[in-house]
Nanobody
Framework: QVKLVESGGGLVQPGGSLRLSCDAS????????MIWVRQAPGKGPEWVSI????????RYSDSVKGRFTISRDNAENTLYLEMNSLKPEDTALYYC????????????????RGQGTQVTVNS
């Protein structure tokens, strides 16, 4: 079955960095666009980034552009999110999801998602 498992979250100080991973299994990973979505406590989901199937085209929300980098390793069936210059407002549950379309800034354009990994930015 389709499985997406995120890891790499944790507690980090403002200005710090984290690298999230999303291990995919149960489907042909290279055939799907992949997205990252986050949800802060008490708020609705926020679209973060999307990457195309080859990994050579990516888009970001304005709130993370220039600080976050999405990438993928199709040989390893893994999606990544490199997060730098983290801010307290980046605190959220981050989850990866697969999508059949390259749609920007839509939080529910996916059919499967992982359980998420918690990122907390706090001094």
């Amino acid at each position: 079955q389709v499985k997406l498992v995120e890891s790499g979250g944790g507690l980090v100080q403002p200005g710090g960095s984290l690298r999230l991973s999303c291990d995919a299994s149960g489907f042909a990973f290279p055939n799907f666009y992949m997205i990252w979505v986050r949800q802060a406590p008490g708020k609705g989901p926020e679209w973060v980034s999307i990457i195309n199937r080859n990994g050579d085209v990516a888009r970001y929300s304005d709130s993370v552009k220039g600080r976050f980098t999405i990438s993928r390793d199709n040989a390893e069936n893994t999606l990544y999110l490199e997060m730098n210059s983290l801010k307290p407002e980046d605190t959220a549950l981050y989850y990866c999801a697969r999508s059949a379309r390259f749609i920007i800034d839509v939080t529910d354009e996916y059919d499967y998602r992982g359980q998420g990994t918690q990122v907390t930015v706090n001094s």
